[in-house]
């Protein structure tokens, strides 16, 4: 009897163990197959300029794709989640949030497929316009793509697939505002409007800018639907319109790492590396920030 | 309503304000179907002259927020006006999430419908040039790779939960309650990345497997599988733990015989919903597993084809003619989406049909 218990409690006492070991696993196995490709000298690292200057370029497309998906996400989410809570018919709440998490469920190549197909093209006229009114702004320099492969439309494509993360959790949040609070305000004679205003929001709001983190931290790794999407010139620049695009660190791993062979496969590791490390702090600094609310609301009631 | 304005006299001011004040008029309940519809009439009339149908729904939004708030501002006040304005903006923005997804469903269905026939689903690629061709090899590959995934990421996922609910205490379990959910957030390539550099230390460089697919997928799986199970433990309630233990069942036998059996369906969708969220993944898959034309059915041994990388490949580098490699590639999409949807449906089946009568 005694003997069951101990070995029970041994396995899985280990696979939580384990799982810290996966994700310290996961930074040293990087870390080791990096390595040549930051001792290397800089002429024999694809570029010929050393490790720095490749990464650079791919990290800052990384972060102008992912912080645009998030400017665009982030309100339509909470306003969905707002939907689906406090306006939307009780019966269909349920119904409806389901509907949104199949967003989540479409794998990342038909986001892909889809972006090439209907995305893009849709919004060459669109381009066009942006060149000719607003031509002025940096944003739009120009001049506009012909095929709408462009780094708008692949934050377009990254904030539909980011959409759906981020309005589970801060939907989780305003379900759990205390009904008191919501009728006081009712019962103060406030509209519906600035009854959210005084409790719903001020109550979810370290949610949402949890949420946010979240679905920053998933728009910066992901992968395929940018690699299809994007049409890519390297470089940086923020006009959004063009054909020339800084990539992102994961879109250039996707592409790249097949036909990749000696030297070229470490310095890919090691832009994989700096992508793990940033996705890493993003996502702790997320989880912080929730955990947070989780503890404050407990205590609050 | 009527009745009290007539016993009020008009030289009484103050009783006239407030009067006004507290019976300020309301819309009636038809005001936002006809502002709709009208604002949909004037949206269809523009789209008839020639605007383009997007700009022509964003229309009807303006000219629907802007005549409900015209409307109401002159019959009810600001306040209610403004509520009526944010209504409106919530609304659409839940319909505007909507358009993706069924553009995206339409999309795929329509483009991925024509090659959905028998050869599609029997042959290989092996020696195929232009027409023809299947994903058998693929759906193979797909299937193996998940199956060793699930193999490896639902044992250590549920004992790392049972260790979490059942016997945690202190820093180590908050911290691996913590890693776990910064774990979700693990890029797709990197878990990729991460079992290459695992394999390619040991078989050297330029390694591709089949098995090395299954672990980058179990690297994305256990946090979600952790997370779902321990969930359901925590749904358990502690007196039927407390009355094992009264009848002196070990700590071991009761998780396994009473804990587990309990949350079973709960711990059943949740795999289910892993499953669907790691089968279509294609980025570390493109660098572990590579694709292949023929079927490879071991996981030990070269490269294998898997649906995903398969459906990335036929369009990114369709070769000539590239039509009937495109359209592969969008009836290996199809056939994806309708694999996650179906599991998706299962997951809440099960839920729905073995759940527990009482919910805590």
């Known amino acids: 009897m005694r003997t069951g218990d101990q070995i029970f409690a041994g396995l899985s006492t280990g696979s939580g163990v384990l799982i810290l070991a996966i994700l310290a696993g996961v930074a040293a196995f990087l870390v080791v197959e990096a390595w040549p490709a930051v001792v290397a000298p800089a002429d024999e690292v694809p570029g010929g300029a050393g490790v720095t200057v490749y990464i650079w370029p791919l990290l800052f497309g990384t972060l102008l794709s992912a912080a645009l998906a998030l400017l665009i996400a982030a309100p339509l989410a909470v306003a969905i989640a707002l939907f689906i809570t406090h306006y939307a018919p009780r019966r269909l709440a349920h119904g409806l949030g389901y509907v949104v998490d199949l967003l989540a469920a479409v794998p990342s190549i038909v986001y892909g497929l889809w972006g090439i197909a209907v995305l893009a093209p849709a919004t060459v006229d669109a381009g066009a316009w942006l060149y000719e009114n607003l031509g002025w702004i940096p944003l739009f320099a120009g001049p506009p793509s012909s095929t709408g492969r462009t780094m708008l439309v ?95 660190i994961a879109a250039t791993i996707a592409l790249d790492f097949p036909e990749s062979t000696g030297i070229a496969v470490n310095t890919l590791i090691a832009a994989g590396l700096v992508l793990f490390a940033v996705t890493f702090v993003v996502n702790m600094l997320a989880r912080v920030v929730i955990n947070r609310r989780r503890d404050f609301s407990g205590a609050d009631r | 309503m009527n009745s009290p304005r007539t016993s009020v006299q008009p030289s009484d001011l103050s009783a006239v304000l407030s009067e006004r004040l507290f019976t300020q008029g309301s819309l009636p309940r038809y005001a936002p179907g006809v502002t709709l519809a009208a604002a949909i009439v004037v949206g269809g009339v523009l789209h008839l002259s020639g605007v383009a149908s997007g700009l022509a729904a964003v229309a009807v939004v303006v000219l629907y927020a802007v005549a409900i708030y015209g409307w109401s501002l002159a019959v009810e006040g600001a306040r209610k006006a403004k509520n009526r304005v944010v209504t409106t903006v919530v609304t659409a923005a839940f319909l505007l999430a909507l358009l993706p997804l069924i553009s995206v469903v339409i999309t795929v269905v329509g483009n991925g419908v024509g090659r959905l026939d028998v050869e599609f689903f029997t042959y290989s690629m092996h020696g195929v040039v232009g027409e023809g061709g299947g994903v058998y090899h693929a759906i193979m590959g797909t299937l193996l790779i998940t199956a060793l995934a699930t193999v490896i990421s639902v044992p250590v996922g549920m004992l790392c939960a049972i260790y979490l609910v059942e016997y945690a205490k202190g820093k180590l379990g908050r911290a691996i309650t913590f890693f776990v959910d910064v774990m979700t957030g693990i890029p797709s390539i990197v878990a990729g990345l991460f079992a290459y550099a695992l394999f390619a230390l040991i078989f050297g460089p330029g390694v591709r497997m089949g098995v090395m697919g299954a672990v980058a997928l179990s690297v994305l799986m256990i946090p979600i599988v952790v997370r779902s199970t321990e969930e359901m433990l925590r749904l358990v309630p502690a007196e039927l733990r407390e009355a094992a233990y009264a009848l002196a069942v070990p700590k071991w036998r009761t998780i396994v015989k009473v804990v587990l059996p309990t949350a079973g369906a709960g711990i059943a969708t949740g795999v289910t919903l892993a499953i669907a969220r790691v089968v279509g993944e294609t980025a570390p898959l493109l660098v572990t597993v590579g694709i292949t034309t023929g079927v490879n059915m071991n996981p030990f041994d070269d490269r294998m084809a898997t649906l995903p990388v398969f459906a990335y490949r036929q369009f990114m580098s369709p070769g000539l003619p590239p039509e009937p490699a495109i359209d592969r590639a969008w009836t290996a999409a199809l056939l994806l989406v309708a694999v996650v949807m179906l599991l998706n449906l299962v997951a809440r089946l099960i839920s729905r049909l073995f759940a527990p009568k009482a919910r805590a």
């Open chain 1, 154 to 248: 692949a934050a377009l494509v990254l904030a539909v697939m980011v959409l759906p993360i981020i309005t589970a959790v801060v939907r989780e949040a305003f379900l759990q505002t205390p009904r008191l609070y919501e009728e006081a305000a009712l019962a103060l004679g406030a509209t519906h409007w600035e009854m959210i205003k005084m409790t719903v929001l001020p109550f979810g709001r370290s949610a949402i800018i949890g949420a946010s983190m979240l679905g920053l931290g998933r728009a910066l790794g992901e992968t395929m639907a940018v690699a299809m999407v994007l049409s890519v010139s390297g470089g940086v620049s923020i006009n959004l319109i063009s054909r020339s695009n800084p990539s992102t």
